[in-house]
């Protein structure tokens, strides 16, 4: 079975901080990808890479950096952290374009 | 903690009906679809694909049907069980070289025992 594992299941962070929520897949996947899920606005893409040192643009990429010097790390960087940031993060991989993508189980961020 | 089942379309069936739930996808280029289920607190959980040469493909009490016509996708679970109480929502890939999934908003699924 496929193994995506985010590193905080909860994590609270202040206004101005900059944040990190790390992911690892266990599966040799090329493609990982980072999702915020919000209600009523289903899941929005906010950055996918589909190798190492490379990433490209989700829908909703401002505010937001990636990073992925390693095939099985994929992490997510909110560089100073806003309010409008809280949200559940969710991370996935996949083998292939035409190949289901994985989840973890999320990082529920709250911005106070 | 909020719900993703905020604002979804709802079903409600009795436990060992069969369930049908429906989406409609935006893209007529769309070659690949996936089901995922989301229960309270987890993340999306793989249940089922089907590429666009396929009308319909079964797993274990699960079928999902393709009728591209009409831009429809629905997803059968025969002998609906509690534990299939979640929130279903379906993804489309555009086709091409993109990567991306477009997720539909979800379907709200409750079974009553």
């Known amino acids: 079975d496929v193994k995506v594992t985010q590193s905080s299941r909860y994590l609270v962070k202040r206004t101005g901080e900059k944040v990190f929520l790390e992911c690892v897949q266990d599966?040799?996947?090329?493609?990982m990808f980072w999702y915020r899920q919000d209600p009523g606005l289903g899941l929005r893409l906010i950055y996918f890479s589909y190798d190492v040192k490379m990433k490209e643009k989700g829908d909703i990429p401002e505010g937001y950096s990636v990073s992925r010097e390693k095939k099985e790390r994929f992490s997510l960087i909110l560089e100073s952290a806003s309010t409008n940031q809280t949200s559940m993060y969710l991370c996935?991989?996949?083998?292939?374009?035409?190949?289901?993508?994985?989840f973890g189980d999320g990082t529920r961020l709250s911005i106070l | 903690g909020e719900s993703v089942g905020l604002h979804l379309p709802t079903l409600s069936v009795q436990e060992g009906d069969n369930s049908i739930i429906n989406c409609a996808y935006s893209n007529s280029a769309s070659d690949y679809f996936i089901w995922y289920k989301q229960e309270s607190g987890k993340g999306p959980q793989f249940i089922i694909d089907i590429r666009s040469n396929m009308d319909k493909r079964q797993g274990q009490r699960v079928t999902v049907l393709l009728n591209k016509t009409v831009k429809h996708l629905s997803l059968q679970i025969a002998a609906t069980q509690p534990g299939d109480s979640a929130v279903y929502f379906c993804?489309?890939?555009?086709?091409?070289?993109?990567?991306?999934?477009?997720f539909g908003k979800g379907t709200l699924l409750t079974v009553n025992p």
């Open positions: 993804a489309e890939n555009s086709g091409g070289s993109n990567y991306k999934l477009t």
């Open positions: 599966m040799d996947h090329e493609n």
């Open positions: 996935a991989s996949s083998e292939g374009r035409r190949q289901p993508q994985h």
